[in-house]
């Protein structure tokens, strides 16, 4: 079985420039809990996090960005803007995450269907989701059946869906890629015989490689 997931990176100069301006953003984030999107709808790159957790933008998406960076770079010779990704919280009040498959509010039945219509207008070509509630909320943004309940969606689940949704990627349409919103303590290996691979290099080279594919479809470069 290919070990699945996500986007540590060979820092060069550029990267790093990257990395500090994305610290520098996630201090922003942890400082503004009314804030709830940052970027651009326009942008073909689209990020769902869960409020309850809002440093997984830093700890999970930062190193896998780097990855990402680092192959395109290799290969392309440029690098992604990363200035306007579109950047969401699933829910406005993290009150209303639901922990179980039968309790979800009305509320969350609202933010789904306004996020729906944002989906339905702007369509992202990659909406990348993180942790269990996320991607379940994802799924039923697109009605995708059965529904599950967040808990359903654990490492090895998760990893299946990611495998999923690189290799039936179709830069026509909105591709949902669900990634892990913790890894071990350590930050380098999930505690799992199949995702014994360092996570941030196998889901940023995954993500890399399909944007690498689709560079002449996707308007993310910088100039």
Known sequence: MDLPMYIVVI????????????????????N????????????????????????VRHHIWTPILSVIQDNVF????????TSNIYIRYAVSDSGIVPNTQNWWDTKVDREINEFRELAD??????????????????????TIKPEKGPKYWGTTNLGDEFTKSIDNFDINRTNRIPLL????????????????????????TKISERIIENKERLDIWME
């Open 11 to 30: 820092i060069n100069a550029k990267v790093g420039s990257d990395l500090s301006s994305l610290t520098h953003s996630e201090d922003i984030l942890l």
């Open 32 to 55: 503004n809990r009314q804030k709830r999107e940052w970027g651009e709808k326009t942008y073909p790159i689209w990020l769902l996090f869960n409020p309850k957790h809002p440093a």
């Open 74 to 81: 290799r290969k392309l010779r440029t690098r992604i803007d």
């Open 181 to 204: 919103r913790r890894i071990v303590a350590s930050g380098k290996f999930v505690e799992d015989p199949f995702y014994s691979e360092n996570y941030f290099e196998y889901a940023g």
């Open 121 to 142: 207008e702007y369509e992202p070509r990659l909406l990348i989701s993180f942790g269990a509630f996320p991607y379940e909320f994802v799924r039923r943004v697109y």
